[in-house]
């Protein structure tokens, strides 16, 4: 041989050339082959080994890289080839190197493949037959088998010609594998294993039953002894092709274990296979070999043995779980397979190992036997690691075995006895539902819902954990992709079909997730039902997490997550296409909460049914249950239904005086007709209008459902659920009413009387006026019901409605206003005893603060709408003011009491309206209490008695509404004088002690005088002063103010006291006017009114200092001398007697107490409340003009100390305010007046200026632009010290000029009379003085 040509120099020049051939490109020469120098030198002997395994290696390269060249040298005579396979198949027995067999083995297939003839394949097993029929050493066929089984592998054609046509050759097969040799069987296994996976398992479907049987016995028996890797490994592999074959696993299971023998004779061993083959018959499972091969296996240190064991034993169980489980589960293969979950992380073995427990999982025997409960630990742990792995699909397979295991385990065997164990696999499970993975998050879904069996929980039970899955669950819904309706036609089929699988996965997820949270609150509901678990007594008391690991802190996450998260979510996902599982168990989650939380239902029922959730279900059960499709949603459906208006029914009864058979009633008729009720609401119209015949029972039938529709209708109503159009609602109720009194029903069912007549007052407004007929079928309805109360329903349309028409007015008016102010004071009742939350106090400061503006609650203002269409209704508040018990009475007082504010426009018609019944009411109480002495203590029963107060009240709120320009103020004659005159008899009969009478009625008097016109008060003023009896209360009243062996508890209010105050200063005032004449005069210590004023003033309320200075005020007016007050004095003000010249001038006051009122009213100014502050210069310009026509000294005296000019100055300290106030305005003008030196023009008159200036006279009120026109004329006139500069003058007249100029703003003019409390203060009495 030459370089690298295949030819032997020594015997080439003999061969005939045609024989030869250059390979390769003709100008480049190529590779010289001589086929014949190849095939001597494999038949010689002298040969060396290398030599040839050179050769070899040469055809070898040729056959690779020159495809078709040795082909053709070989096809000049068909005897060559057949020759050369013939010699290198002897090779295989002759040769012991090992490389020169591989290459004789590589060269063989190669060359096969090179020919592609079957005559080839065949003669190449005829080969191998002839040689095992002659006898030769099965040792010497190790090279042989492994030759077949390649050719097996290459040619695919071999195989179905060996198990068709070489039936022999496979029985010499098969008896090889009963030879010692581990490495012969390893290669006659390999045959095997190349046999039966040939051309995807077809030969092996060809092979003879009987020799697929011995292999199958064979094998076991092999695989039983075998101890190399390489025979081990061809066993497996073999196992595992065979385990596929349904009749094969039949065999292996069945193969007796004490026939499984090794034997060292040949053909004893021959004999005994055919024997096997030939009478396998059932056997107990006990005695089945291959479970404990497989468990040795999974005994191995290897993890691919360990792999395929696995996925044999699935293999086995697939083909025939039912009679293969047990003897599985009695070998303890799950022992050993959870222990291979336990140890590790190959992705191949643990999916191998959690589908093969999956399938023995559905044997009973696997649990009876406790394997769960041994392997869970080492389930949980494995978990753990798989969910790490980049192969989603492990932990997919593994959640989905601890979810059958958690849902097959009996309740009697628990998986979870203590709480770590719990805290592992719940771990698990949220390290599965929070996997990237929806498809794995949806199996942990599953997990956590079998998880959630109340068999499953340990002691204590671990609410903290529960609640962590189901909030990781509700997680997840943020990440749902929608699902996609029908709006995306136009995109790509494969975008659509992304889109749909995406939507598929997604829909999927919500459905276990539901599963999973209808678990929870089934549990949640368990546990709350026995005690130990609702207080999971076993927590260690140091938890400091016990009050975030309780039962209701679960319950409250679970309504948490449904409010905020699961509805909107479910709503969302199906409102294009509803899908009727995923409503099923939304809907049932949706009634657990009503029995999880009672407490907080109330608000989640008004939440639910304020945004739709009557229209939804009635709407689902509709599209989905008609024709009894969907039993099970329209089950959860109905049972939703009924717990939502249930609830809020019983919020309703729990404020009215429905009795416990309503509510049974109602619950019956939702019980029994919601699961009939498969329509939408728009067909409900035609089913109330129907006439059903005569209904057998009470609670089934049309009629019944009749009656179940509009209690529905109602309680949709109530909460902004329109189901049907008002005008709809009205015609259907009607026709209702008249088809139920029309078959002679004449009571209906109440709670169904009560919700009709709420549907018809709430959809009155916008349907027709009813006729007479239909109008008297409702009466008559509501006539039925012995108690109007138990159909009273707290709305104002119910008000309107009955006021609307007459004959209901007349029949049920009184009635439905009486409910509605009593269920006022109930609401806010409720609204005083109820909790404090945070920022209540805020809350109560605020409503505090509403009441002082007078500000009317929601019901009076609803009462105010109603008195305004319906004036009527004043009649009927007056008769329950007059006639009612006091606390009702009360209550019609507070809505008459701002009925002149609420309704400006009516006011004068009102207040014309209410006084002549007013005025029947006080000569109701004259007529009533003649002769019995009201004053003399005598306590009578008579309501006339008990409304007195009430009465006068709304007098004295009347008198303060009453405009200026009502016609009661223009003649002291009518209605308003009678009501004068009994105003004033009442009063002066009353006891001093009844205060709550006697200040009403003189706060009205003291307006009477205050508010008419001057030529009409002659009269007034003259029937009061002669009236003795009210002369006398004055006197008691200010006695008993002044008397000092009084205790202050037995003094008179401080409202009363001011109220005398008010109105004597008027009746002084009005006498001196008019020279009335005085039939008994009133005793006043001026002495100590000076002193209260003086040292007092601290501990006196304000409104009762106003009226001590307007008495004052009156008295200085009328220069101390009025026949209407006796004055008395003391040493402190007029000094010791006798009277020097000047106390004698200025007597009762003196000089001393000039002085001292003076100073006192001084301080009063400092204090800067509005009223006071008017009070107070009106009483200040009062003493000065006394003091002046008295004693021009003193006056001179009072106005020139320092204390004047301390005074100003700290008033024009405190802001632009003051600086513009008309009484501020008056003080100076006052003081100047008098020739005071405390004003001068800097800084006292240039600060007033200059605020002007800023300001502008046009945005000065009329009254301070009069008092500043004083101001400034007195500024022109006055001599102040230094005099003023004519730039001064000239600023001074140019503001004068501005303010002639100006017209005031019209603005909207005031009431007339300020209240304060139950005081009426009558403003024109403190509108600053103009001179």
Request: net charge negative; aromatic share 6%.
């Amino acid at each position: 041989m030459t370089g690298v040509d295949i030819v032997y120099d020594k015997i080439h020049f003999r061969h005939d050339p045609k024989w030869s051939g250059r390979l390769g490109p003709a100008e480049g020469g190529g590779l010289l082959l001589c086929v014949a120098c190849v095939v001597e030198m494999i038949d010689s002997d002298d040969i060396a080994s290398v030599r040839k395994s050179f050769a070899l290696s040469g055809i070898s390269g040729v056959l690779k890289f020159s495809p078709g060249a040795l082909r053709e040298l070989l096809r000049q005579d068909h005897r060559v080839p057949l020759h050369f396979t013939t010699s290198l198949l002897g090779m295989l027995h002759t040769v012991e190197d090992p490389a020169t067999l591989e290459k004789v083995d590589q060269v063989l297939v190669q060359l096969l493949l090179e020919l592609q003839s079957e005559l080839s394949h065949h003669f190449v097993l005829d080969e191998i037959h002839k040689q095992f029929s002659d006898q030769l050493s099965l040792k010497t066929f190790l090279p042989t088998f492994n030759f077949l089984g390649n050719l097996v592998e290459a040619v695919p054609n071999v195989a179905q010609s060996l198990v068709t046509q070489y039936v022999p050759l496979l029985e010499h097969l098969c008896s090889a594998l009963l030879y010692p040799d581990e490495a012969l069987k390893a290669s006659v296994l390999y045959v095997w294993l190349k046999l039966f996976g040939a051309a995807g398992g077809s030969a092996a479907q060809s092979l003879p039953t009987a020799i697929r049987d011995r292999v199958c016995i064979l094998l076991l028996q092999t695989l039983a002894k075998a101890s190399s890797p390489q025979l081990i490994n061809n066993c497996v592999g073999l196992l595992w092709l065979l385990v596929q074959l349904g009749d094969a696993v039949s065999v292996l299971m069945n193969s007796p274990g004490d026939q499984i023998v090794c034997h060292e004779n040949q053909d004893s061993q021959t004999n005994n296979s055919q024997t096997l083959s030939q009478n396998q018959e059932q056997q107990s499972p006990e005695q089945c070999p291959l479970p404990l091969i497989l468990k040795k296996l999974l005994m191995s240190g290897d993890e691919t043995l360990q792999a395929t064991s696995a996925r044999c034993i699935a293999s086995v169980l697939v083909h025939s779980l039912s009679q293969c489980s047990a003897p599985f589960i009695k070998a303890d293969v799950p022992e050993f397979l959870f222990d291979r979950l336990a140890g590790s992380s190959s992705e191949v073995l643990l999916w191998s190992a959690y589908s093969c427990l999956l399938l023995l999982t559905e044997d009973p025997l696997f649990f009876s036997q406790c394997h769960s409960v041994y392997g869970i630990e080492s389930l949980v742990r494995s978990l753990k690691e798989a969910l790490k792995l980049t192969n989603l699909e492990v932990p997919k397979q593994g959640l989905l075995l601890l979810t059958e295991i958690l849902e097959r385990q009996p309740p009697s065997e628990r998986l979870f006895p203590s709480g770590s164990g719990f805290v592992a696999v719940s771990e698990a499970v949220l390290g599965g539902v929070s996997s990237s993975c929806l498809l794995v998050a949806t199996q942990a879904a599953s997990a956590a819902a079998a998880l959630f069996r109340l068999n499953h929980q340990s002691r204590p039970v671990q609410y903290g954990k529960i609640e962590g899955l189901i909030e990781a669950i509700t997680n997840r819904f943020s990440e749902l992709p929608p699902l996609s309706p029908a709006h995306h036609r136009n995109s790509r089929s494969l975008k659509r079909s992304h889109r749909s699988s995406q939507a598929s996965r997604s829909g999927g997820f919500l459905l276990r997730a539901l599963v999973c949270f209808q678990a929870a609150c089934r549990l949640a509901e368990e546990c709350a039902s026995e005690p130990v678990l609702k207080e999971n007594t076993f927590t260690a008391p140091s938890k400091d997490s016990h009050a975030h690991d309780s039962l209701e802190s679960l319950c409250q996450c679970l309504l948490r997550c449904c409010d905020s998260v699961w509805i909107p979510t479910i709503i969302r996902m199906c409102e294009h296409a509803p899908n009727a599982k995923i409503l099923q168990y939304f809907y049932s989650i949706l009634s657990s909460q009503f029995t999880l939380l009672p407490s907080l239902m109330p608000v989640f029922a008004i939440k639910l049914a304020s945004s739709g959730f009557y229209r939804l279900p009635l709407e689902h059960k509709g599209l989905l249950c008609v024709g009894n499709r969907h039993p099970h949603l329209n089950t959860s459906c109905s049972g939703f239904l009924h717990k939502l208006s249930m609830c809020l029914l019983s919020q309703q009864d729990a404020a009215s005086s429905s009795c416990q058979s309503d509510v049974e009633e109602v619950e019956n008729l939702l019980l029994y007709n919601l699961p009939s009720l498969c329509c939408r609401p728009s067909d409900w119209p035609s089913l109330l209008r129907e006439s059903p015949g005569i209904q057998l029972s009470e609670y089934k039938g049309q009629r019944a459902t009749q009656y179940c529709l509009v209690i529905m209708l109602h309680l949709a109503l109530q909460q902004g659920d329109r189901l049907l159009p008002d005008q709809t609602v009205f015609s259907s109720v009607v026709c209702l009413l008249h088809s139920v009194q029309a078959q002679g029903i004449c009571v209906l069912p109440r709670s169904v009387l009560r919700s009709a007549l709420y549907l018809l007052a709430t959809t009155q407004d916008k349907s027709p006026n009813l006729d007479r007929a239909p109008l008297n079928c409702i009466s008559k309805a509501l006539s039925s019901c012995q108690s109007f109360s138990s159909l009273y329903i707290h709305h104002p349309a119910l008000l309107h409605f009955i006021c609307r028409y007459p004959d209901l007015a007349e029949k049920f008016g009184a009635l439905v206003l009486e409910l509605w102010l009593t269920k006022k004071v109930q609401q806010s009742d409720a609204e005083q005893t109820k909790p404090e939350m945070p920022g209540d106090g805020e809350k109560r400061e605020s409503r505090a603060d509403e009441r002082q503006d007078q500000q009317p609650d929601t019901e009076t203002v609803e009462l105010l709408a109603l008195i305004e269409k319906f004036p009527a209704v004043i009649l009927t508040l007056l008769d329950m003011l007059c006639t009612r018990e006091a606390p009702l009475a009360g209550r019609a007082l507070g809505v008459l009491e701002v009925l002149p504010c609420g309704i400006r426009d009516y006011e004068a018609d009102l207040c014309e309206s209410l006084r002549p019944a007013l005025l029947q009411a006080l000569q109701r109480h004259s007529v009533e209490n003649m002769g019995h002495g009201l004053g003399q203590g005598q306590e009578h029963s008579s309501q006339a008695v008990k409304s007195l107060p009430l009465v006068l009240k709304l007098l004295c709120v009347m008198q303060a509404s009453d405009p200026p320009s009502s016609s009661s103020y223009s003649k002291m004659d009518g209605v308003h004088f009678k009501l004068l005159y009994h105003v004033s008899n009442i009063a002066g009969r009353l006891k001093s002690t009844d205060t709550g009478s006697l200040l009403p009625a003189l706060s009205y008097l003291y307006c009477c005088l205050s508010l008419s016109p001057a030529h009409c008060t002659d009269r007034a003023v003259s029937v009061l002063l002669s009236n003795s009896g009210l002369m006398e209360q004055l006197q008691t009243v200010l006695s008993s103010s002044s008397a000092p062996s009084l205790s202050p508890s037995t003094c008179p209010p401080s409202a009363l006291l001011c109220c005398s105050h008010l109105l004597l200063s008027s009746l002084i005032t009005l006498q001196h006017v008019h020279s009335a004449q005085v039939q008994k005069s009133i005793s006043w210590s001026l002495d100590t009114a000076v002193q209260r004023l003086l040292v007092q003033k601290t501990n006196t309320d304000n409104l009762l200092l106003v009226s001590y200075l307007r008495l004052l005020q009156a008295l200085l007016d009328a220069d101390l001398a009025s026949a209407v007050v006796c004055l008395s004095t003391g040493p402190g003000l007029v000094g010791p007697r006798p009277l020097g010249t000047e106390d004698g001038s200025l007597y009762p006051l003196g000089s001393r107490g000039a002085q001292c009122l003076s100073t006192a009213l001084s301080g009063l100014l400092l204090q800067k409340q509005e009223l006071l502050l008017r009070a107070t210069v009106n009483c200040l310009s009062s003493l000065l003009g006394f003091l002046q026509r008295k004693s021009p000294t003193t006056a001179k005296y009072v106005v020139c100390q320092p204390w004047s000019r301390f005074l100003l100055y700290c008033l024009l300290s405190s802001g632009e305010s003051c600086r513009l106030h008309p009484a501020i305005h008056r003080l100076i003008t006052t003081l100047l007046q008098h020739g005071s030196t405390a004003v001068s023009w800097e800084p006292d008159l240039l600060q007033v200026m200059e605020a002007v200036e800023r300001r502008g006279v046009k945005e000065l009120s009329e009254e301070a632009t009069q008092t500043l026109r004083l101001l400034l004329e007195q500024i022109l006139s006055s001599a102040l010290q230094p005099p003023l500069t004519e730039e001064h003058m000239q600023r001074v007249r140019g503001v004068m000029e501005s303010l002639s100029l100006q017209t005031p703003a019209q603005s909207r003019s005031p009431s007339n009379v300020l209240r304060v409390g139950d005081v009426s203060i009558c403003l024109s009495d403190f509108t600053v003085k103009a001179g």
